[in-house]
């Protein structure tokens, strides 16, 4: 790499904006080290702070523009929620809300030049998943018992069927914590490497002007992304908890 | 030996990103069946966006699948 | 030769600065930085501890707040309509009100219209039978006064023949008695 910048060649590195760095240098990553996942992740909850808490002081009956998005945001999740698990699963709306906030408000400040895109990491999406799994599993378990198998065993199925179906919902349904994971850390990632790279292309004059319309393109892309796989990661969400709440099919 | 290794990887992953042919054509699959659905019967259409996403997502994953392995070959093998 | 420069470059950057994990002697990743094992425990526990806060900062202060605003609003809105409503019925019911007063006032007019009208028809039949009568009393006046000269006529002209009869027949050396004039004069006048 290093020999390819020095003869002049275009030098991509679309990995590097996702190194993880600690914040007042040195090179030991404890668990306890603040890095830069530390600070835009705090920088995460300021936003969250602001639009939802700050933005709804006002309390008002004609809202000002801050406490609209703090009421969309609100009504979006909330209906979600209902119109998926029903009125039994209002109970766990806080988590839901947890869930969605920290995503759709990490990506887009991910978005920001420079900035580090927590989301983009698989060890932070998949824990962000693997809560989602264990949380519904526990509840399908505690709600329902024994019943709760009954999700793998497809009664509306013919009898020589049962068993083939059972094997293959019980895989896919523990591909669901790996799929939930990996599509949330894949958009967000591949989204950013393809800028970096179309940014990587812009060292070249010729085709400069091409690259930077194409990162404002990607860009605007991701913009939609990020909020798209906020929905998506939400909703499945609710999917996964009325399977636990109600699992029969 | 080591640059055979190489061109394994990077053919490997050239290979695994046309898998995401394969997501771009099961997404535009969903919304274009969504949309037609939605033309025919516009009272409906709302409150089936829920599904609409949910179907992107799943056609989706696979895409992203793919293109992770394409990654892994050229970053992680 | 490879070996070589690896190891002068790691006794380098060990020298200088120790490299990150994942990194290389120039400082960019080497591979996929998500898949660095070391920085795991840092990221999940950063993550833990933003998830707490979030939630917490929702759960305590933010969604109550916000589902209140909305439970208000819903409130406000449903009040508003029903007061709205009800200015509606109340509206409505002026309204019908005024419909009726108006038809009343209608018909009441009408009515009085009607009246007045056989009101003056009945002066004016009265004063047309009145002046009826008058027309007919000052005609039979004149009839009677008309025919009282045209006998009166009759006379002067029954006298002045017979003057005249009576002279010519003098003049002529006769003798005429006046029965005879008479009857002569009678006779043509009525021829």
């Given at each position: ?19 993880v760095r600690p914040l007042f ?9 603040p890095t830069n996942v530390t600070l835009w992740m705090g920088l995460t909850v300021l ?62 400040i ?5 900035s580090f895109?927590t ?131 | ?77 | ?45 950063w993550?833990?501890?933003t ?141």
């Amino acid at each position: 790499m290093a020999t390819e910048e020095a003869a002049g060649g275009l030098a991509f590195h679309p990995m590097d904006q996702f190194l993880v760095r600690p914040l007042f240098g040195g090179t030991e990553i404890n668990w306890y080290t603040p890095t830069n996942v530390t600070l835009w992740m705090g920088l995460t909850v300021l936003a969250i702070v602001l639009v939802l808490v700050v933005g709804s002081r006002g309390r008002a009956i004609v809202p000002s523009r801050m406490q609209s998005i703090a009421e969309l945001t609100f009504g979006m999740v909330h209906k979600m929620l209902e119109d998926i698990t029903g009125k039994e699963g209002l109970k766990y709306f806080p988590y839901v809300m947890t869930l969605f906030c920290f995503i759709v408000f990490a990506n887009f400040i991910g978005l920001i030049p420079t900035s580090f895109s927590t989301t983009s990491h698989i060890a932070v999406t998949a824990v962000l998943a693997m809560l989602v799994f264990l949380g519904v599993t526990i509840l399908g378990f505690v709600k329902n018992g024994a019943h709760f198998l009954g999700l793998f065993w497809v009664s509306s199925a013919p009898l020589p069927l049962r068993p083939v179906l059972a094997v293959i919902e019980v895989i896919s349904y523990f591909v669901r914590p790996v799929s939930h994971s990996i599509r949330l850390a894949g958009n967000v990632m591949a989204g950013h490497a393809v800028i970096k790279v179309f940014a990587g292309f812009a060292a070249i004059a010729a085709i400069a002007p091409v690259s930077i319309l194409a990162i404002t393109a990607m860009y605007g892309l991701e913009v939609l992304v990020a909020l798209i796989q906020a929905y998506v990661f939400t909703i499945l969400t609710c999917v996964y908890l009325k399977d636990a709440l109600h699992p029969g099919h | 030996m080591e640059g055979i290794a190489q061109l394994g990887q990077y053919l490997g992953a050239g290979l695994a990103c046309i898998g995401m042919a394969g997501a771009a054509m099961g997404v535009g699959n969903v919304a274009g069946n969504y949309l037609a659905g939605a033309l025919r019967n516009p009272s409906a259409a709302a409150s089936q966006t829920a599904t609409l996403f949910i179907g992107m997502a799943f056609a989706e994953a696979l895409g992203i699948f793919s293109f992770l392995v394409a990654l892994l070959l050229l970053f992680a093998v | 030769m490879a070996t070589t420069t690896e190891e002068a470059a790691a006794q380098a950057t060990d020298a200088v600065h120790p490299m990150l994990p994942g990194t290389d002697a120039s400082g960019s990743a080497v591979g996929m930085p998500q898949l660095v094992f070391e920085t795991f425990p840092n990221q999940i526990f950063w993550l833990l501890v933003t998830l707490v806060v979030i939630y917490l900062v929702l759960s305590r202060i933010a969604l109550p707040r916000i589902g209140g605003v909305l439970a208000e609003r819903a409130g406000t809105i449903s009040n508003d309509l029903a007061t709205a409503e009800e200015l509606k019925l109340k509206a409505k019911a002026a309204e019908a009100t005024y419909t009726r007063a108006l038809a009343d006032a209608k018909t009441e007019a009408g009515k009085i219209v009607a009246a007045a009208k056989a009101e003056i028809q009945a002066d004016l039949d009265v004063a047309t039978a009145h002046a009826d009568a008058e027309i007919a009393a000052k005609t039979a006046e004149s009839e009677g006064r008309i025919g009282e000269i045209r006998a009166g006529a009759l006379e002067a002209v029954n006298t002045v023949a017979r003057d005249t009869a009576a002279e010519i027949v003098a003049t002529f050396g006769g003798r005429a008695d006046a029965g005879a004039i008479d009857a002569a004069v009678a006779e043509r006048i009525k021829g």
